[in-house]
């Protein structure tokens, strides 16, 4: 297995490279539609760090029998803490003060 890191990924530099990939996995900056998606004929897996899957073609990916994962359960402390942090702050008028 080979894998490429590369953070700075912008459009031009994803179609250059898909159509080469078995699999991926994507933050919220790469969006794979369908016209991305049609160059990447050997893809059998998109990995979404995150819940939103509003940035990849499901009904094109399931089509083509590419797999689609994330991780909707990655921010649940944060947003757990963030949550009682706000209440916290609210029931002891922080903000005011």
């Given at each position: 297995?080979?894998?490429?890191?590369?953070?700075?990924?912008?459009?031009?530099?994803?179609?250059?490279?898909?159509?080469?990939?078995?699999?991926?996995?994507?933050?919220?900056?790469?969006?794979?539609?369908?016209?991305?998606?049609?160059?990447?004929?050997?893809?059998?897996?998109?990995?979404?760090?995150?819940?939103?899957?509003?940035?990849?073609?499901?009904?094109?990916?399931?089509?083509?029998g590419i797999a689609v994962?994330?991780?909707?359960?990655?921010?649940?402390?944060?947003?757990?803490?963030?949550?009682?942090?706000?209440?916290?702050?609210?029931a002891n008028n922080l903000?005011?003060?």
């Amino acid at each position: 297995m080979e894998v490429t890191y590369n953070k700075n990924f912008d459009p031009v530099d994803i179609a250059n490279v898909l159509p080469k990939l078995n699999g991926i996995i994507i933050n919220s900056k790469i969006k794979l539609h369908e016209p991305q998606l049609r160059t990447a004929r050997k893809l059998e897996f998109i990995g979404r760090l995150g819940s939103g899957l509003e940035i990849i073609d499901l009904e094109y990916a399931k089509s083509q029998g590419i797999a689609v994962y994330n991780s909707p359960e990655g921010n649940r402390n944060a947003v757990a803490e963030h949550a009682m942090g706000m209440l916290l702050a609210l029931a002891n008028n922080l903000i005011r003060a």
